[in-house]
C-alpha cells in the first residue's frame, strides 16, 4: 500500500486496524502497533516524501502477529545507532519516533543505505 | 473545508473529537481553539478525546501545544476521556503529556476547571484587599 501523501496516513492505519482485528490482537497491542506504524509512516514522508508498505500476517508456532513493513528510496540514514538513541533528531521533532517505535513493538528491525533508501520492519505478536 | 467544531459552555470551550485527526484538521484545531480562547475571553479548554483510538507524537505534540498556547493566553487546559491502550502507548513512546491537565471524563474535567478559576479568583480578590486603600 503506497503512503506518499499525509492524507495517506489515516486510511493505512485503517488497514492496520482491520488486520490487527481480524487475527484477534488485544486492543493495547492494536494501539500499539498503529501507533508505531503512524510513527514510522509520519518519518518516511516527512524524511523520503512518502514510501511503499506492507502488511502481513505472520505466525510463529502457535502464535499470530502482523508484520509490517516500510519501504522508502529516500536518504538513508547514516548513523542507524545514533538515530535509534533517545531525543536525537535531524528534524524538529521531539526525537522520539524511531527509539520511542521500537518500545511500543515486538520486533523492530531497520536498515539503511545512504543515498538509496530506508527499510523498516516491525512485527507486533499476539502473545508478546 | 471540514472542522471540527468547539462549542462554548459559559467560560469554558468544549471539544470532542470524534475521528481519528488528520494533521492538517490537527493544525486547524489548535488554530482555531487558541484564536477563540482570544476572542471570547475564555478562561478554559476542554478536549474529549474519548472517541480517540489513536494518539501518536503529532496528535500528543497537538494537545501539549494547545495546552501551554492557552496557557499564554491565561486559560487552563483539561485533556479527558483517554482510553488506557492511549495511556500506555503514550507513555511507553516516551511522551507522557506534560503541560495538560487531564481528567476521566466531561464531568470531572469541569470540575477541575472550576476548581482551577476559582484558586485564581481568591487569589485575586487577597491581592485587591490587601492593596486597597482605606
Keep these: 500500500m503506497p503512503v506518499y501523501r499525509e492524507q495517506d496516513v489515516i486510511p493505512y492505519r485503517s488497514r492496520v486496524r482491520e488486520y490487527a482485528v481480524k487475527i484477534k490482537m488485544g486492543l493495547v497491542s492494536q494501539t500499539k502497533l498503529i501507533t508505531a506504524a503512524s510513527e514510522i509512516v509520519r518519518n518516511m514522508l516527512k524524511y523520503a516524501n512518502g514510501g511503499e508498505t506492507i502488511i502481513e500476517i505472520v505466525s510463529r508456532g502457535r502464535d499470530n502477529g502482523i508484520r509490517l513493513t516500510f519501504d522508502d528510496k529516500g536518504p538513508g540514514i547514516a548513523d542507524i545507532p545514533k538515530a535509534m538513541k533517545d531525543g536525537f533528531s535531524t528534524g524538529r521533532s521531539l526525537g522520539l519516533g524511531l527509539p520511542g517505535t521500537k518500545r511500543l513493538v515486538s520486533e523492530f528491525d531497520i536498515k539503511s543505505e545512504p543515498g538509496s533508501g530506508t527499510t523498516i520492519t516491525i512485527i507486533m505478536w499476539i502473545n508478546g | ?134
Excluded: W
Excluded at chain 2, 484538521?25 to 489548535?30: K, S, T, V
Excluded at chain 2, 494547545?66 to 486559560?75: E, R, V
Design chain 2, 1 to 134: 473545508m471540514e472542522r471540527i467544531p468547539i462549542l462554548k459552555l459559559g467560560a469554558f470551550l468544549l471539544v470532542t473529537i470524534q475521528i481519528d485527526l488528520y494533521d492538517r484538521l490537527a493544525l486547524h484545531l489548535e488554530e482555531d481553539l487558541v484564536a477563540m480562547v482570544e476572542k471570547k475571553s475564555v478562561k478554559g479548554v476542554l478536549i474529549d478525546i474519548s472517541a480517540v483510538g489513536i494518539v501518536d507524537s503529532f496528535m500528543g505534540r497537538i494537545l501539549g501545544n494547545i495546552g501551554s498556547m492557552c496557557k499564554l493566553l491565561d486559560a487552563e487546559t483539561v485533556v479527558v476521556g483517554m482510553q488506557p491502550a492511549v495511556a500506555i502507548t503514550l507513555v511507553e513512546l516516551g511522551l507522557p503529556l506534560k503541560g495538560v491537565y487531564t481528567a476521566l471524563n466531561v464531568d470531572k474535567g469541569m470540575e477541575l476547571l472550576r476548581s482551577k478559576i476559582e484558586i485564581e479568583d481568591t487569589i485575586g480578590d487577597d491581592y485587591d484587599d490587601d492593596t486597597s486603600p482605606n
